[in-house]
């Protein structure tokens, strides 16, 4: 983990005095950037009294998210449900959601009036997440981790969220983005440039794999997360075993595929999304095996043979997709994922490229670990 939100002495004030808001009138002691999520701001909150809790404060990109009030009833909604679903059938391990932390007003968001949107979440208690998976069963763990949230989420009816990102995971609607942008000619061309344009030409037809399969009924919409990627699983420091998947903004009607897809593209790259060696990536296939492991011993009771017939195009596609993505917000002047530098996101498309190339050569390989593993 990294600390991409830095922040000056009069930021932090301000945002001490946000984080009292949540702290049940208790003095606050340390703020601190937290993770290295790509979209919201996350900092780390420690209280006075040493025997209380620290939570986690969030500022939402409402530049993402227009309605973030909507993010917040999703999920009251997706945890109410998660947490009468165990109660009634229990699991038999540690699980846990985290829960939306109320203002001294007994409203679950803080909006300054600059418009800025704050809230605040439990911290799941001896915790930690990894951007990069360090062995086959803490990838094991990562498969169980999504296959036990599309598992209590399984009757959570999609209809009851609403829509928090429109156009989310919907790939021709990225495309669509992608030759807007192209069309303005507005952006430096590079030899890198030049690459990811004539990839992104090659595979034009992966956009809609998935889409069509929805259209034509092979693929049903059921609730999805959205951003299962490994740094949203948290493992218990001291069993080592996932115990939560949190950044619940995305949780909404959507193919479960693309969280399929999206947890094996970040498990299964070693080097991590974030490498500059973007030709070393590779997609690790014996990471692939134990994703699917864990999640398949959580979702075989719901997926169907179309289900299994689509994972290979998920992980092609969502890795696909995610290229474009950064590719599009470089083209466009990096305005919509964290940057650190001007060519982040243009170094982060090639690292997913080539992914793409990488899960391509091993087609064969990874549909028999599919069929194997049935
Ligand atoms: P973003 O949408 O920017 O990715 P996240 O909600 O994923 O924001 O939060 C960023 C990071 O903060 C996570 O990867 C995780 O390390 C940490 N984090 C967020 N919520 C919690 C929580 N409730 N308990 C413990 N850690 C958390
Ligand atoms: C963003 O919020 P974070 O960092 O977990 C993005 C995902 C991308 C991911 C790539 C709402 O996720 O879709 O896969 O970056 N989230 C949103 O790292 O766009
Ligand atoms: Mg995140």
């Given at each position: 983990m990294d600390q991409n939100n830095q922040f000056d002495k009069f930021e932090r004030s301000q945002i001490m005095a946000i984080a009292h808001k949540f702290s049940a009138k208790r003095q606050v002691?340390?703020?601190?950037?937290?993770?290295?999520?790509?979209?919201?701001?996350?900092?780390?909150?420690?209280?006075?009294?040493?025997?209380?809790?620290?939570?986690?404060?969030?500022?939402?990109?409402?530049?993402?998210?227009?309605?973030?009030?909507?993010?917040?009833?999703?999920?009251?909604?997706y945890a109410n449900h998660v947490r009468d679903r165990i109660k009634n059938s229990p699991l038999d391990r540690r699980w846990d959601v985290p829960q939306v932390l109320q203002t001294d007003q007994g409203q679950d968001y803080w909006q300054t009036e600059s418009g800025e949107f704050w809230r605040s979440l439990s911290f799941i208690a001896d915790s930690q997440s990894f951007d990069v998976m360090e062995s086959i069963e803490q990838v094991r763990e990562v498969g169980y981790a999504l296959g036990t949230f599309h598992h209590l989420t399984s009757?959570?009816?999609?209809?009851?969220?609403?829509?928090?990102?429109e156009g989310f995971h919907i790939t021709p609607c990225y495309f669509?983005?992608?030759?807007?942008?192209?069309?303005?000619?507005?952006?430096?061309?590079?030899?890198?440039?030049?690459?990811?344009?004539?990839?992104?030409r090659d595979r034009k037809g992966l956009a809609y794999i998935l889409e069509d399969a929805k259209a034509t009924g092979k693929l049903p919409l059921r609730t999805m997360h959205g951003d299962p990627k490994v740094n949203n699983i948290l493992f218990d420091r001291q069993t080592k075993l996932s115990v939560s998947v949190i950044d619940l903004d995305t949780v909404k009607s959507g193919l479960v595929h693309y969280d399929i897809g999206d947890c094996l593209r970040s498990g299964c790259n070693p080097a991590g999304e974030e490498t500059n060696q973007w030709e070393d990536v590779q997609f690790d296939t014996e990471l692939c095996q134990g994703i699917l492991q864990g999640y398949l011993s959580m979702a075989q009771s719901f997926l169907t043979e179309h289900d299994y017939a689509y994972i290979y195009d998920a992980v092609r596609v969502i890795t696909f997709e995610l290229g474009l993505r950064f590719l599009t917000d470089y083209l466009a002047g990096n305005i919509y994922f964290h940057v650190k530098h001007p060519e982040h996101n243009l170094l982060r498309s090639l690292v997913q490229f080539r992914l793409v190339k990488s899960i391509e050569s091993q087609q064969s390989v990874i549909n028999k670990i599919i069929k194997d593993i049935r």
């Open positions: 002691a340390d703020i601190q950037p937290f993770g290295s999520g790509n979209i919201n701001d996350t900092y780390l909150v420690s209280l006075q009294e040493s025997s209380a809790k620290s939570f986690i404060l969030q500022r939402i990109n409402t530049k993402v998210f227009r309605e973030p009030k909507l993010v917040m009833q999703n999920m009251q909604t009757d959570l009816a999609p209809e009851r969220l609403a829509d928090t990102l669509r983005q992608y030759e807007e942008v192209l069309a303005t000619g507005n952006f430096n061309r590079s030899p890198e440039v030049d690459y990811c344009l004539q990839f992104v």
